[in-house]
């Protein structure tokens, strides 16, 4: 049983890497499951102030990664427009693979902001800020990720 708990840990801990990027994806709720399964095998066992602590940053993090890139937008002066445009453009860019990834949020919230009417210096402002929102939200998911994945090796070996 320990050994499957074990290969099933380390398969979660890799999907939620790739959720850290991938927006269809909890991925780092999944990395947290990796942990969880490692904790309850016989062999392995971490510390509960330590589960805890990873908890609260999961929740911390997972809260973040939807408000950084709506604030983003805001503070280079994006409107409601904008803001669903980048959300749009993040669902639409996942079909696009990795470029569509990273630019869906930015041309979104640029096409939000033109619909709403915006000049086109501004538009393209909170596009900007959009997509700097996306990529701390992204980075701050794969920091965590990685994380997670550093101590399950540690662990193992």
Request: net charge positive; aromatic share 14%.
């Amino acid at each position: 049983m320990d050994l499957f708990l074990i290969i099933t840990a380390g398969f979660l801990l890799i999907v939620g890497l790739l959720g850290a990027i991938l927006p269809i994806l909890p991925g780092i709720p999944l990395s947290y499951g990796g942990i969880l399964l490692l904790h309850f095998t016989e062999k392995y066992q971490f510390q509960t102030n330590f589960l805890i602590l990873w908890a609260i940053i999961v929740v911390i993090i997972q809260i973040l990664d939807y408000y950084i890139p709506i604030w983003g937008t805001k503070k280079f002066g994006g409107s409601k427009s904008g803001i669903r445009g980048s959300i749009i453009g993040l669902l639409f860019g996942v079909f696009l693979g990795p470029f569509g990834i990273i630019f869906g949020p930015f041309i979104g919230a640029l096409i939000g902001e033109l619909i709403a009417q915006k000049p086109t210096q501004e538009a393209l402002k909170a596009a900007f800020g959009a997509f700097l929102g996306f990529i701390v939200g992204t980075v701050s998911k794969l920091v965590v990720a990685g994380m997670l994945i550093y101590y399950y090796i540690i662990t193992i070996i």
